[in-house]
């Protein structure tokens, strides 16, 4: 139908890092959704369009958009769509420096996807939070967040879900000065990364590793990274 066409179009170009572009058919999909009535198509097409405008740096007008997704997904009783959504709201918290309303809505995610039994959905969720209660100094909470989600990484096989946690894991041993376990988190990671076609994460960790030399006063080892 029409509008799936339509939504279909602003999918693709989101997709080809074309997030501007998207926001025309997005909104002729949305048009048709509420001509029709249809709710929960209405939220599907509003989430992705808040994630275009988060993409273009607009936090504010993405924040609305899932603020009324929200709404409809309560609504619904869609607990899917409301894991996703209080997640997504969460990332827009934290990325305005509101460390303590980004962790609301992250655990009231975590418990949406765990009472949908989503290990993967828990894992991501689990690892954002441990990222906010890094940049807290609360390096125990971290610690602990972490390694929830590194089980669950393991258990579903995610090697890169695996080898980003990892990576997070070593930041936190090495802002507590526990450098060997930091090490050991950064080659894990390194190991993990390496198949996954993921130069970006690789670089990040190889970076790391580099500062932690440095602060080792290993200059030569440091120099490699």
């Keep these: 139908e029409e509008a799936n066409v339509w939504f279909g179009l602003g999918k693709a170009q989101f997709f080809r890092g074309l997030p501007r572009e998207s926001l025309e058919p997005y909104g002729k999909a949305l048009e048709i959704r509420q001509a029709t009535g249809e709710t929960i198509e209405q939220a599907n097409v509003l989430h992705n369009m808040a994630a275009a405008h988060l993409s273009l740096g607009d936090s504010h007008q993405a924040f609305d958009l899932y603020q009324r997704v929200l709404d409809i997904r309560r609504a619904a009783g869609d607990r899917t769509g409301l894991a996703y959504v209080l997640y997504a709201i969460g990332l827009v918290h934290w990325t305005w420096g509101e460390p303590q309303q980004a962790l609301d809505r992250y655990h009231e995610a975590l418990e949406a996807w765990r009472s949908l039994g989503s290990e993967s959905g828990q894992a991501t969720v689990l690892n954002s ?55 050991e988190c950064y080659q894990r990671a390194l190991r993990e990364l390496e198949p996954m076609n993921d130069p970006r994460g690789r670089a990040y960790v190889l970076n790391n590793i580099g500062d932690l030399e440095a602060a080792l006063k290993n200059d030569t080892a440091a120099m490699r990274y």
Aim: charge should be neutral.
């Design 129 to 183: 939070a441990g990222l906010v209660y890094a940049s807290l100094g609360e390096h125990e909470q971290a610690l602990s967040d972490y390694q929830q989600a590194l089980a669950l990484w393991r258990k579903l096989a995610d090697r890169g879900g695996e080898g980003h946690t990892l990576n997070n894991l070593g930041m936190v041993y090495a802002a507590g000065k526990r450098m060997p376990e930091a090490r």
